[in-house]
């Protein structure tokens, strides 16, 4: 890829970074603050009416930071190739990964063909 290109996706992605950390430290403190209520509480999640929302809650922002935490992954592997020089080359191929493909996916690590092989 050549360096224009990748200034042009280095700022969305430093951005969507931010916004990321932002939300797993949001998300971390929501959850923490779920179980310091729920170990307050002398009630059980069985026999609390409201034991399976705050079950159910609890899971749910537990999945929405791992799927967080991961994509902070993604987005810091996209700029380590960018800083490494190899950004827009598929890992597994070594071929040029579509403009258009990591426009819309700047996170993306293959090509089209490869990421359609699975």
Do not use: K, N
């Amino acid at each position: 890829m050549t360096v224009p290109f990748t200034d042009e996706v280095r700022g969305p992605l430093v951005a969507d970074r931010e916004r990321t950390a932002e939300l797993i430290a949001s998300l971390t403190g929501s959850i923490a603050s779920m179980v310091e209520a729920t170990q307050l509480s002398a009630s059980d999640d069985e026999h609390d009416p409201e034991g399976s929302t705050i079950a159910f809650e609890r899971s749910q922002a537990s999945t929405l930071l791992a799927t967080a935490t991961e994509h902070l992954a993604d987005v810091d592997a996209a700029l380590a190739r960018i800083a490494a020089g190899v950004y827009g080359r598929c890992e597994r191929c070594g071929g040029a990964v579509a403009r258009e493909r990591l426009l819309a996916r700047p996170t993306a690590r293959t090509c089209i063909v490869c990421a359609a092989a699975g």
